[in-house]
């Protein structure tokens, strides 16, 4: 089955195969007449980000790019693209890849106009309102993985390169114009980054749809994710070129981001300093904490959870969403522990710490202190 849509919410989406022919026309649209194209280091060699840089050629735009860009990008892969921004009189810029390449070009566009540290600019407060908006350039997402959900985002992961705490910068105008989601970019993705990228989606909205705030349009959203993710996520692993599982999945990756202004939690204040300290996949990292935490939550969400299995088609309540959480994760590959994951426990202290202050943490359903965020943290070996 062929899905095409339009979308104008939460900004202006392109769904559908093929749409990446349509990349010079919302260049148009948004103005841009020399646009610097932003993604990670092992894309800038593959078939699809040549593609996309032949079709801004093609249209007169040129066909720069900029590609030094880590897993877990840092303050100076941005300050080494604003500088390649800069120096090559951009205009905008298209942001290409997985969540590192989205999120590094969405800070590029903003951070090439201010004259603050970007770390004036963290999700804190009304911090946001120290940049001068008129000078952040236009943005254009084009998503290659379905995962972070960030081409719909309004804010940026950044890890500090001294300290390794990620931090989330963020300004309304982070909001990329247009969206290309083209499933086709999708489908030479390995089996383990479906199996992460489409884990972290899950974990977008299960934790969205876990948070405690008063969100109810978001709490529809995450609910609705999941069930994408349940029917669509396993096709996807088991066959990466089911254009209709792939364009599902893309699908539930935006949902996920649209909804988790409702919140995050523990799953996301456990995996931020994971894969600050160590490195991992964000999403892998995710799945694998996530059992841990459903357990840890169970006392504030278990009638919540069983309604939400209850519309997934799974019986037996908390307990039967718990067991299938366990078999997705078993079907996807996903290691058993942090152990598994090749991490030992000996920088506990130091993660927990890092825990309580990620902003994830507010949003979980279970008050996160020291003594049972250590505790936690310990059960996910």
């Known amino acids: 089955m062929n899905i095409v849509a339009n979308w104008s919410y939460p900004t202006a989406v392109k769904l559908g195969r093929g749409r990446i022919k349509e990349l010079a026309d919302a260049c148009k649209t948004l103005g841009l007449k020399k646009p610097l194209l932003v993604t990670d280091r092992g894309l800038a060699s593959m078939a699809i980000t040549a593609h996309a840089l032949d079709v801004l050629a093609d249209a007169g ?10 897993p877990n990008p840092n303050e100076k892969n941005l300050e080494a693209g604003v500088k390649a921004y800069k120096e090559g009189g951009h205009d905008g810029v298209v942001a290409f890849g997985g969540g590192s390449g989205l999120d590094l070009g969405k800070l590029i566009a903003f951070m090439a106009g201010q004259t603050r540290p970007v770390w004036d ?3 804190i407060g009304d911090w946001w309102t ?3 908006a008129s000078k952040i350039a236009p943005i254009i997402a084009v998503p290659t993985t379905a995962g972070t959900g960030s081409e719909v985002g309004r804010a940026g992961v950044l890890t500090n390169s ?7 910068i963020f300004h309304p105008k982070m909001l990329p114009g247009v969206v290309i989601c083209d499933p086709e970019l999708t489908m030479g993705m390995p089996k383990a980054i479906t199996a ?12 969205a749809y876990s948070s405690p705030f008063y969100h109810p349009m978001s709490g529809g959203i995450a609910l609705e994710g999941m069930r994408l993710v349940k029917e669509f996520l396993p096709r996807a692993y088991r066959d990466g070129a089911d254009l209709e599982a792939r364009t599902n999945m893309m699908s539930a990756a935006a949902m996920g981001a649209v909804a988790f202004q409702k919140g995050l939690g523990a799953i996301h204040s456990l995996s931020h300093p994971i894969g600050a300290v160590y490195n991992t996949h964000h ?3 995710n799945a694998v904490v996530m059992p841990p935490v459903l357990r840890f939550n169970r006392p504030a969400i278990e009638e919540k959870i069983a309604r939400a299995a209850a519309y997934l088609g799974i019986p037996g309540g ?3 969403f718990y067991d299938y959480v366990l078999s997705l994760r078993s079907e996807l590959g996903v290691p058993e522990n942090l152990t598994a994951m090749g991490i030992k426990p000996d920088r506990i202290d130091e993660l927990t710490a890092m825990a309580i202050e990620d902003p994830s943490c507010g949003g979980n359903p279970v008050p996160m202190t020291l003594e049972n965020t250590k505790a936690l943290f310990l059960d996910c070996f």
């Open 318 to 320: 908390f307990d039967g």
């Open 121 to 123: 600019f963290e999700d």
């Open 130 to 132: 120290r940049a001068d």
């Open 283 to 285: 999403g892998m990292t």
């Open 61 to 70: 735009l040129g066909r720069a790019i900029f590609s030094e860009v880590d």
């Open 196 to 207: 992460g990228t489409g884990m972290d989606a899950f974990a977008h909205c299960l934790e």
């Open 162 to 168: 001294e300290t390794h705490v990620k931090k989330i």
